[in-house]
């Protein structure tokens, strides 16, 4: 039998102070001028594959339903192509709230379980960290023994063709400045 | 009319890999005009997408050291060819100015590596920079190839033409257009050419990627398109590496720099033309350098 649970959410289910921390964000000002009036969902290229659609997310931000946002597939499947942002008649900067959400969920370790997107941010940001530019085999290899291993042999073919035309860069990238770079990245974690 | 000093280029991490052929193209067609070019020195990553999705502060700072090395008082404009690269750089320099709070956290950032501060460095990609300082009537003056390709689809992607406007107009862009018109190139009206060609999906949630890039070539070969031209790494492999899991007849995907650099009497075996995937054999023989067409 199917799992029946609740669709609706209560009121008291809401947090409306975390809903007036957000929207003081930088680039998330505007939420509360959404009209709601669906652009962004219907411009957004992947509004089709997301369990709440862009003009959901804007909704349940304003309400205040934070697990709801935070855990939300959609932020993670949105590619950052700005469609939304360019088009809204509110001038709501929707593909900045997504990251805001994004960063949120990373940092409360909010997002769905062994779902690659995040993780391979979170390997993305690590390896660039420590070398100072990315490579892109490496980085790919960990965001998938981390979520499902078993892309890798969708990859193979993808992996030969790199291969094969001289695209798959074998060195291992990185910067002379890795110590300044990283002093520059600490200090501005205490700035904040 | 172009800087006398030329520009400081900012490659990228894909240029140094699936996107090498943008970067062999872009540095021969820049020699056919002229145009020196010199790398940023010790340049880090942009931190693209994934960055931002992390942690501003450090995304941010990633983009300010690059630019405060662009930052070396010889005026020279940066150029960014790889259009998510492009976007960092512009929304760095976009977010410092609009927030105190990010001005600071940046600023002290850039203090503690005693790195200098960046005030006034342009960024620029190429595509704007072909438009404006080389000129479409200087580019067709220069044509010494004919194109054989067929009709062409521009595809311009996201982040180059949005949400900042100096690359192109975002609703219909025809700067790419314009230019592979001046090179003897028809191209057609292709409604998708700023629809996102997903980025990193075809990574990660694979059949949703995939089928991003299957409706934007299908729509271009409905409308007549040979080929399709890209300004952006990542776009091109995304719709370069995987059309022989869509169905349907391949179509080549070059970086319009290749085209343009043909054109204008490139050396063949400079522009990465065998790089390509899908419709290698296509490439071929549009690209086969023939004795009586060589300037």
């Known amino acids: 039998m199917k799992h029946i649970a609740r669709t609706m959410k209560y009121q008291r289910e809401a947090d409306p102070e975390w809903s007036a921390r957000f929207r003081e964000l930088p680039g998330c000002e505007r939420i509360s001028s959404c009209i709601q009036c669906g652009t962004c969902s219907g411009t957004c290229p992947l509004s089709i594959y997301m369990d709440h659609t862009p003009r959901q997310i804007i909704a349940l931000i304003r309400e205040g339903f934070k697990e709801d946002a935070l855990g939300s597939r959609t932020i993670w499947l949105c590619a950052s192509c700005y469609s939304c942002t360019v088009e809204c008649p509110q001038q709501v900067r929707i593909t900045d709230v997504m990251y805001s959400l994004k960063r949120e969920a990373i940092r409360e370790k909010k997002y769905p379980a062994r779902f690659p997107i995040p993780i391979l941010a979170r390997e993305f940001y690590a390896f660039v960290r420590s070398r100072g530019r990315n490579s892109e085999i490496p980085v790919v290899l960990r965001m998938a023994l981390k979520s499902n291993p078993l892309v890798l042999l969708g990859m193979v073919r993808c992996g030969w063709n790199l291969l094969r035309t001289g695209r798959m860069s074998l060195r291992r990238e990185g910067i002379k400045g890795t110590a300044q770079l990283e002093k520059a990245l600490s200090a501005t974690k205490e700035a904040a | 009319m172009p800087a006398s000093g030329g520009y400081l280029y900012f490659p990228g991490c894909s240029m ?66 790889c259009s998510a690269c492009y976007l960092a750089l512009r929304k760095t320099q976009d977010s410092v100015e609009h927030h105190p709070e990010i001005r600071a956290q940046v600023e002290a950032g850039l203090r503690a590596a005693e790195l200098r501060p960046f005030h006034g460095v ?22 010494v190839r004919k194109w054989r390709g067929g009709k062409i689809a521009c595809y311009y992607g996201c982040q180059a033409v949005r949400p900042y406007h100096e690359v192109d107009r975002p609703h219909n862009p025809m700067r790419m257009d314009e230019l592979m018109n001046a090179v003897g190139a028809q191209t057609i009206d292709y409604a998708l050419k700023t629809k996102c060609c997903g980025g990193s999906l075809t990574g990660t949630i694979h059949e949703v990627g995939v089928r991003l890039n299957e409706l934007l070539i299908r729509e271009a070969a409905r409308k007549g398109a040979g080929c399709m031209v890209t300004i952006c790494p990542l776009c091109q492999f995304n719709l370069d590496m995987y059309q022989a899991e869509m169905g349907g007849a391949e179509i080549p995907v070059l970086y319009f720099t290749q085209v343009l650099g043909w054109a204008l009497g490139g050396d063949g075996k400079k522009l990465g033309l065998k790089r390509s995937v899908a419709g290698a054999a296509a490439i071929r023989e549009w690209f086969e350098v023939r004795e009586e067409v060589r300037a």
């Not at chain 2, 700072?61 to 005026?75: E, P």
């Open chain 2, 16 to 81: 140094r890999a699936t996107g090498v052929a943008y970067e062999e193209s872009l540095l021969e067609l820049f020699r056919v005009l002229g145009l020196p070019l010199e790398e940023l020195e010790d340049w880090n990553c942009c931190g693209a997408t994934s960055y931002m999705a992390v942690d501003e502060g450090s995304a941010l700072l990633l983009s300010a050291r690059n630019l405060s090395i662009a930052a070396d008082g010889s005026g020279r404009d940066v150029m960014s060819p």
């Open chain 2, 122 to 143: 342009k960024v620029r990609h190429p595509l704007e920079i072909l438009y404006n300082d080389v000129g479409v009537e200087a580019l067709r003056e220069k044509v």
